[in-house]
Protein backbone atom coordinates (compact mmCIF):
# COMPACT_ATOMS: atom_id res chain seq x y z
CA UNK A 1 0.00 0.00 0.00
CA UNK A 2 1.29 3.64 -1.04
CA UNK A 3 -0.18 6.69 -0.06
CA UNK A 4 0.68 10.27 -0.42
CA UNK A 5 -0.78 13.79 1.40
CA UNK A 6 -0.67 17.52 2.15
CA UNK A 7 -2.75 18.80 4.36
CA UNK A 8 -2.52 22.61 5.77
CA UNK A 9 -2.12 22.93 9.67
CA UNK A 10 -3.24 26.05 11.53
CA UNK A 11 -0.01 26.35 13.40
CA UNK A 12 3.60 27.71 12.59
CA UNK A 13 6.16 25.19 11.60
CA UNK A 14 7.99 25.03 14.91
CA UNK A 15 4.04 24.40 17.29
CA UNK A 16 3.36 21.63 14.44
CA UNK A 17 7.40 20.15 14.80
CA UNK A 18 6.64 19.66 18.50
CA UNK A 19 3.35 18.91 18.28
CA UNK A 20 4.50 15.83 15.85
CA UNK A 21 6.75 14.94 18.35
CA UNK A 22 4.67 14.64 21.49
CA UNK A 23 3.19 11.49 22.07
CA UNK A 24 0.67 12.76 24.31
CA UNK A 25 -0.73 15.21 21.47
CA UNK A 26 -0.40 12.85 18.87
CA UNK A 27 -2.57 10.58 21.00
CA UNK A 28 -5.30 13.00 21.37
CA UNK A 29 -5.07 13.20 17.14
CA UNK A 30 -4.78 9.38 16.11
CA UNK A 31 -7.79 8.15 15.64
CA UNK A 32 -8.86 4.93 17.99
CA UNK A 33 -5.53 5.38 19.97
CA UNK A 34 -6.00 4.49 24.01
CA UNK A 35 -2.57 4.99 25.07
CA UNK A 36 0.93 6.36 24.03
CA UNK A 37 3.72 5.75 26.03
CA UNK A 38 7.38 7.51 25.46
CA UNK A 39 10.62 5.53 25.30
CA UNK A 40 12.76 7.90 24.25
CA UNK A 41 13.05 11.24 22.56
CA UNK A 42 12.52 9.07 19.10
CA UNK A 43 10.68 6.21 20.43
CA UNK A 44 7.27 5.60 21.58
CA UNK A 45 4.67 3.17 22.00
CA UNK A 46 1.05 3.66 20.60
CA UNK A 47 -2.10 0.87 21.70
CA UNK A 48 -5.25 0.83 19.38
CA UNK A 49 -8.44 -0.30 20.19
CA UNK A 50 -11.47 -0.45 17.06
CA UNK A 51 -14.24 -2.28 16.21
CA UNK A 52 -14.75 -4.66 13.25
CA UNK A 53 -18.19 -6.00 13.30
CA UNK A 54 -18.41 -7.60 16.24
CA UNK A 55 -14.55 -8.34 16.96
CA UNK A 56 -12.80 -5.36 18.77
CA UNK A 57 -9.18 -5.99 18.02
CA UNK A 58 -6.07 -4.47 19.60
CA UNK A 59 -2.81 -3.62 18.32
CA UNK A 60 0.26 -2.54 19.92
CA UNK A 61 2.39 -0.58 17.52
CA UNK A 62 6.28 0.79 18.47
CA UNK A 63 6.65 3.96 16.50
CA UNK A 64 9.86 4.89 15.40
CA UNK A 65 11.92 8.54 14.16
CA UNK A 66 15.16 8.56 12.21
CA UNK A 67 16.15 10.73 9.68
CA UNK A 68 15.66 13.83 11.97
CA UNK A 69 16.10 17.17 10.22
CA UNK A 70 14.87 19.47 12.93
CA UNK A 71 11.83 21.51 12.21
CA UNK A 72 12.13 20.24 8.76
CA UNK A 73 11.52 16.32 8.19
CA UNK A 74 11.44 13.17 9.76
CA UNK A 75 10.79 9.42 8.91
CA UNK A 76 8.61 7.72 10.86
CA UNK A 77 8.44 3.58 10.91
CA UNK A 78 5.80 1.77 12.80
CA UNK A 79 5.35 -1.44 13.58
CA UNK A 80 2.28 -3.10 15.13
CA UNK A 81 1.22 -6.24 16.26
CA UNK A 82 -2.09 -7.81 18.09
CA UNK A 83 -3.79 -11.21 18.20
CA UNK A 84 -6.77 -10.59 16.23
CA UNK A 85 -5.42 -7.45 14.16
CA UNK A 86 -2.45 -9.54 13.12
CA UNK A 87 0.91 -7.65 11.80
CA UNK A 88 1.01 -4.15 10.18
CA UNK A 89 3.96 -2.15 9.33
CA UNK A 90 4.45 1.37 8.36
CA UNK A 91 7.25 3.84 6.87
CA UNK A 92 6.52 7.83 6.43
CA UNK A 93 8.48 10.34 4.79
CA UNK A 94 7.11 13.66 7.00
CA UNK A 95 7.94 17.21 5.85
CA UNK A 96 7.06 20.39 7.30
CA UNK A 97 7.05 23.84 4.93
CA UNK A 98 6.35 27.10 7.05
CA UNK A 99 3.83 29.10 4.63
CA UNK A 100 1.85 32.08 5.28
CA UNK A 101 0.10 34.03 8.10
CA UNK A 102 2.10 30.88 10.49
CA UNK A 103 0.40 27.97 9.18
CA UNK A 104 2.42 25.12 7.91
CA UNK A 105 2.39 22.74 4.72
CA UNK A 106 2.66 19.15 5.89
CA UNK A 107 3.94 16.13 3.25
CA UNK A 108 4.12 12.67 3.46
CA UNK A 109 4.70 10.01 1.99
CA UNK A 110 3.56 6.40 3.51
CA UNK A 111 4.34 2.79 2.81
CA UNK A 112 2.72 0.02 4.55
CA UNK A 113 2.11 -3.47 4.78
CA UNK A 114 -0.47 -5.85 6.68
CA UNK A 115 -0.77 -9.71 7.41
CA UNK A 116 -3.06 -11.46 9.38
CA UNK A 117 -6.63 -12.58 9.73
CA UNK A 118 -8.40 -9.11 9.72
CA UNK A 119 -5.94 -8.11 6.65
CA UNK A 120 -6.89 -11.27 4.45
CA UNK A 121 -10.15 -10.01 5.48
CA UNK A 122 -10.68 -6.60 4.37
CA UNK A 123 -7.57 -6.07 2.00
CA UNK A 124 -9.93 -4.40 -0.42
CA UNK A 125 -10.75 -1.52 2.72
CA UNK A 126 -6.97 -1.26 3.36
CA UNK A 127 -6.14 1.74 1.36
CA UNK A 128 -9.58 3.70 1.64
CA UNK A 129 -9.73 2.37 5.57
CA UNK A 130 -6.02 4.07 5.79
CA UNK A 131 -6.43 7.33 3.75
CA UNK A 132 -10.11 7.69 6.19
CA UNK A 133 -7.81 7.30 9.34
CA UNK A 134 -4.86 10.05 7.98
CA UNK A 135 -7.44 12.76 6.83
CA UNK A 136 -9.07 11.88 10.48
CA UNK A 137 -5.82 12.19 11.90
CA UNK A 138 -4.68 15.64 10.25
CA UNK A 139 -7.77 16.93 10.84
CA UNK A 140 -7.59 16.20 14.41
CA UNK A 141 -4.63 17.02 14.87
CA UNK A 142 -5.43 20.76 13.12
CA UNK A 143 -7.77 21.44 16.14
CA UNK A 144 -5.29 20.13 19.16
CA UNK A 145 -2.27 21.93 17.63
CA UNK A 146 -4.35 25.18 16.87
CA UNK A 147 -5.84 24.94 20.77
CA UNK A 148 -2.43 25.20 21.57
CA UNK A 149 -1.73 28.56 20.72
Known amino acids: MEMNGRYIINAPRDRV ?11 QAIPRCDEAIRH ?13 G ?5 LESLISLSDINAPNSYVMSAEG ?6 MAKGR ?3 T ?8 TLLEFH ?3 DMQGTIAEMASKLVTK ?12 FDEVISKEA
Open 17 to 27: WAGMNDPQILR
Open 40 to 52: SDTEFTAIFSFKL
Open 54 to 58: FIRPR
Open 81 to 86: KGKLAG
Open 92 to 94: ANV
Open 96 to 103: LHPIENNK
Open 110 to 112: ASG
Open 129 to 140: TAQKLADDFFAR
